[in-house]
């Protein structure tokens, strides 16, 4: 079982071992991005902006929520990766259980926090008077099922490592096809509206967690759950979450952004709220698949940086370079000529859909170039430069990006916010180039070159295998 796991690490095909990394994470992530959409498209359907805003309102929280799960399972699946590069199953065993049950402890303390914080938290993040009572509801029912979304979403990674794309894969498509069929029961024919919606998503979540304690008990190469393991070096999860900060923070401060853009929206109205809400779903889709391509590739760096193959790398990065460009281009202008359509599916009003294109517009300036700075961030991860991919995604959704928000919008308006957005892009984008780029040249000079997962440096130090 283990050396067929193994085999897509140790092709010599390049695109083989990368469409077979990136096809199922691609595939997860289309999949997580319906999952993101179907509350908001059902909710839609109900005519009622007010509910489509809170969805809106409210997705920082689940925002939040990814966050730590990303934490987790970004540095998990960096370290499991590279231990199966050099050959250490045992360490490798050991940092799958900590992952695991510091998901839990967090998605517990994670969801205790939202409750015991929901009123200022709403006002926080830009909910309306007319808006508050939805957003309200649906928020408390996501936070009371948040250790379960936490733990599926950290397990849907973290199984790349090991080179289970197929199973992590089924998973989400489990939790999100259920909650596909639930949703336009609980919204619409139950008429329960953000409730039904906030309730299929927790069910949906339930459901792929058992998979994935099936996948572990049954099938899994060093996923495991065993506290005994866990409790080797619990001080470990330092370096893990020391790594799986860039994608972390990126996340936390897209949440917190986004609740910054409802303040400011808040003045507009409600219906300005959910135009920005939809054309924010719909430029999501181009996000996600450069996003899936890049992280779907990660492990397949971690490994041959892991393993001291620097030929195999160089060859993998060039690949992703003319696949992300490629990808990024023809999902823009499929969105651009489909623009109508798809916003159709969250709004009714012709008017506010009408706002949503104009900004949907605006969106696809930058998106189709995001593929660069996905790349990069994903590099730096895999390469162990934590401080560095951290740096990057704090510029492009907070240093850059929330002040934009302000300045953008005293000086053009409403249409400034997502102008704010585009122009943090571009500055994200050239930033995560050049720390690429370095690190790179780096990797090139010094052929002693060697990490540590022992613990927490931000440089790298010596491990087993040189690069």
């Known amino acids: 079982m283990q050396d067929k796991k193994m085999e897509v690490f140790e092709s010599e095909n390049l695109w083989a071992s990368i469409f077979k990394m990136v096809v199922p994470a691609l ?37 939040m929520i990814m966050a730590v799960a990303m934490l ?30 510091t998901g839990i402890i967090l998605g517990i303390l994670a969801g205790a926090c939202i409750i015991a914080i929901n009123n200022p938290l709403l006002k926080f993040l830009g909910a309306t008077p007319d808006v508050e009572v939805y957003a309200k509801q649906y928020m408390l029912i996501l936070a009371a099922g948040a250790p379960f979304l936490l733990i599926t979403n950290m397990l849907g990674q973290v199984l790349r490592a090991e080179g289970a794309v197929k199973e992590g894969l089924i998973g989400n498509l489990i939790g999100t096809m259920v909650n596909i069929v639930l949703d336009p029961i609980f919204i619409l024919k139950l008429n329960m509206g953000v409730v039904g919606a906030a309730i299929a998503t927790v069910i949906g979540n ?10 572990m008990k049954n099938k899994a190469v060093v996923l495991n759950a065993k506290p005994s393991n866990a409790l080797k070096k619990p001080l470990l999860i330092i370096s893990i979450m020391a790594l799986g900060l860039p994608n972390a923070v990126g996340t936390l401060l897209s949440g917190f952004a986004n609740s910054f853009a409802n303040q400011l929206l808040s003045k507009y109205g409600s219906d300005a709220i959910a135009a920005n809400a939809a054309a924010g779903r719909v430029n999501l889709i181009i996000v996600m698949v450069l996003m899936g391509i890049c992280m779907g590739a990660q492990p397949l760096m971690s490994y041959n940086y ?10 993998v990065i060039k690949r992703l370079i003319a696949l992300t460009v490629g990808t990024g281009a023809v999902t823009a202008v499929l969105v651009i000529g489909m623009r109508s359509a798809v916003i159709a599916l969250f709004l009714k009003d012709a008017a506010v859909a009408s706002t949503a294109e104009s900004i949907l517009m605006i969106l696809m300036i930058s998106s189709p170039f995001l593929g660069f700075f996905y790349l990069g961030t994903n590099f730096l991860q895999a390469t162990g430069k934590a401080m560095q991919a951290t740096l990057v995604s704090a510029l492009q959704k907070g240093v850059l990006l929330i002040p934009l928000l302000f300045v953008l919008e005293y000086a053009f308006g409403f249409m400034g916010i997502r102008l704010a957005y585009v122009v943090a892009d571009f500055g994200a984008i050239i930033i995560s180039c050049v ?11 010094n052929t002693d070159y060697e990490v540590k997962t ?14």
């Open 27 to 63: 595939i997860a992530i289309l999949v997580m991005l319906i999952y993101n959409m179907a509350d908001m498209i059902f909710v839609g359907q109900t005519g009622e902006t007010a509910q489509v805003a809170a969805v809106s309102v409210v997705g920082p929280v689940f925002n």
């Open 72 to 101: 987790i399972s970004g540095g998990g699946t960096v370290i499991i990766s590279r231990d199966l590069g050099a050959k250490d199953t045992e360490h490798a065993r050991m940092v799958s259980s900590l992952c695991i049950w």
């Open 206 to 215: 339930v459901v792929a967690t058992l998979y994935y304690v099936y996948y």
């Open 306 to 315: 892991g393993a001291g193959n620097k030929k195999k790398l160089a060859g």
């Open 435 to 445: 720390f690429m780029i370095i690190a790179w040249k780096k990797i090139n000079v």
């Open 454 to 467: 022992e613990k927490i440096n931000f440089k790298q130090v010596k491990h087993k295998k040189a690069i």
